[in-house]
T-cell receptor, first 116, second 112 residues
């Protein structure tokens, strides 16, 4: 089974621009979560999607948004980029549904975003 | 901000030695997980321990959980150079299994 795939791997943007990151979960996984990792704040939860619905949201401004498609693939968008948005953005999928709940998260390799 | 604290922040040991990392958290949990991250890459799940368990083993890993002290420890026995990585504890403080709160991490360096 292929793992969680995140694209692109690296991204360089300038302040004020917007960016879209993509995540393809493991086949059969319907829950997709996003995390931001920075040296200062560590790993922080952004949001989680299940069956195309946002189920949980972390404490991030509205500039951070996401969505999930019917095939469970997910995208996150950051508008009006700020220098502080430079981070490694990690996507994780997990198995849930049909009577199965698995708390274990499977992470992608991340998208390293640099805002100049 | 981080809800969990890990110590030490950095640990350097020789191959073959044991490595112990500690994690503390602040509120009640359903379970606690440990993840490993190689530099700049994604996290890999190592082990999960539920709040009603006190100890769990997986290969060279041993995890303990003390809910009265709100703390956990991860022991890696007979460490190898390939164990060099950052190790994070994660808890479901929010009550949602998918919304994990990660500790600040321990950077482990195993010297050959």
């Amino acid at each position: 089974k292929a793992g969680v795939t995140q694209t692109p791997r690296y991204l360089i943007k300038t302040r004020g621009q917007q960016v879209t990151l993509s995540c393809s979960p493991i086949s059969g996984h319907r829950s997709v979560s996003w995390y931001q990792q920075t040296p200062g704040q560590g790993l922080q939860f952004l949001f989680e999607y299940f069956s195309e619905t946002q189920r949980n949201k972390g404490n991030f401004p509205g500039r951070f948004s996401g969505r999930q498609f019917s095939n469970s693939r997910s995208e996150m968008n950051v508008s009006t980029l700020e220098l502080g948005d430079s981070a490694l953005y990690l996507c994780a999928s997990s198995l849930e549904g049909q009577g199965v709940t698995n708390e274990k998260l499977f992470f992608g390799s991340g998208t390293q975003l640099s805002v100049l | 901000s981080q809800q969990g604290e890990e110590d030490p922040q950095a640990l350097s040991i020789q191959e073959g030695e044991n490595a112990t990392m500690n994690c503390s958290y602040k509120t009640s949990i359903n379970n606690l997980q440990w993840y490993r991250q190689n530099s700049g890459r994604g996290l890999v799940h190592l082990i999960l321990i539920r709040s009603n368990e006190r100890e769990k083993h997986s290969g060279r890993l041993r995890v303990t959980l003390d809910t009265s002290k709100k703390s956990s420890s991860l022991l890696i026995t007979a460490s190898r150079a390939a164990d060099t990585a950052s190790y994070f504890c994660a808890t479901d403080l929010s009550g949602s299994a998918r919304q994990l709160t990660f500790g600040s991490g321990t950077q482990l360096t195993v010297l050959p």
